[in-house]
């Protein structure tokens, strides 16, 4: 399963953020590897990043996006295009993609 972690930095040490779509970058895990890490265009700005941010994710074959918080427009966004969240505190992307083994 791919799985997109929303994190504070671009590599895997980094820890996971406790923004979802306001996130620095995503960090795209196909099973516990690290496949991309995206600078998140969304991060910033005006309103609609939720929406963005899964529509991007989504294009990317996400079907999971883990974050301390996932806030309620990411949320319907997600559950929109079939995908599942989870949240996370306190860990690095990589522990958070391996906690949450397929």
């Known amino acids: 399963m791919i799985k997109a972690v929303c994190s504070k930095g671009k590599d895997i040490t980094s820890e996971v953020s406790e923004v979802g779509a306001r996130a620095a970058y995503f960090l795209i895990f196909d099973d516990k590897k690290l496949v991309n890490a995206i600078k998140n265009p969304f991060s910033s700005g005006g309103g609609g ?15 999971m996006v883990i974050s301390g918080k996932v806030g309620p427009n990411m949320v319907t966004a997600l559950k929109d295009k079939g995908m599942t969240y989870r949240e996370v505190h306190g860990v690095s992307a990589e522990k958070a993609a391996e906690i949450l083994l397929d």
């Open 49 to 63: 990043a939720g929406y963005s941010a899964a529509e991007m994710l989504s294009d990317e074959g996400v079907k």
